[in-house]
Every structure is written in structure tokens, then in C-alpha cells.
Nanobody, 114 residues
Framework: QVQLVESGGGLVQPGGSLRLSCAASGSIFRASRMGWYRQAPGKQRELGADITSGGSTNYAESVKGRFTISRDNAKTTVYPQMNSLKPEDTAVYYC????????WGQGTQVTVSS
């Protein structure tokens, strides 16, 4: 059973940056297309970005140009670098495999506020 542990969230001012991390247990991570999801209060969880095992990336329009997703297969960790943060980016952030979802981790809270 793969376990996911997200970290790196916090309170940041609009326009600021954060780098989140998601560590996955298990070598199956290396072959998995991974995504970063977020869930804002009162809204459904949405996919923000994903990265294939080979490093190809895709971004939702809402984060394109501001977020960059990367991965380190040796560390079985995926990272979103979030720049130019906006209040509407406030959410709990999660990672997971795109196809064949694993049990969700606890997520990490990102709050963008002045």
C-alpha cells in the first residue's frame, strides 16, 4: 500500500511563493503519472498539475505560468513550485497518482492572505 505524505504548506502573502513536497512510499512511484490536486473550502478536489514518469507536464489553466511541477524518482517525491500566489490558491494540497488512485494523504494547507 503506497503512502503519501505532503508537506511545505503555510501562510503566504499574495504574490509570494511556496514549494510543496509529496513523498511516496514504494518504488511503483517511479512508473506512475503523478498529480497535484487541491481542495478549496466548499469546493470539490481539482487537479492542478500532473507529471509523467518521464517528466512531461500538464497544467490546469488556473495555475499555468505560475506553478511548476517536478519529480525526483530517486527520492520518490514530487514537488510543485508555486509562484505568484493568489488568494484563490488557498486550499489543501494533495498529491496522488492520476490513474489508479492510492489512499489520500493528509494534505498540506496553503493559505494566501495579506
Amino acid at each position: 500500500q503506497v503512502q503519501l505524505v505532503e508537506s511545505g504548506g503555510g501562510l503566504v502573502q499574495p504574490g509570494g511563493s511556496l514549494r510543496l513536497s509529496c513523498a511516496a512510499s514504494g518504488s511503483i512511484f517511479r512508473a506512475s503519472r503523478m498529480g497535484w490536486y487541491r481542495q478549496a473550502p466548499g469546493k470539490q478536489r481539482e487537479l492542478g498539475a500532473d507529471i509523467t514518469s518521464g517528466g512531461s507536464t500538464n497544467y490546469a489553466e488556473s495555475v499555468k505560468g505560475r506553478f511548476t511541477i517536478s519529480r525526483d524518482n530517486a527520492k520518490t517525491t514530487v514537488y510543485p513550485q508555486m509562484n505568484s500566489l493568489k488568494p484563490e490558491d488557498t486550499a489543501v494540497y494533495y498529491c496522488n497518482r492520476l490513474f489508479g488512485i492510492w489512499p489520500w494523504g493528509q494534505g498540506t494547507q496553503v493559505t494566501v492572505s495579506s
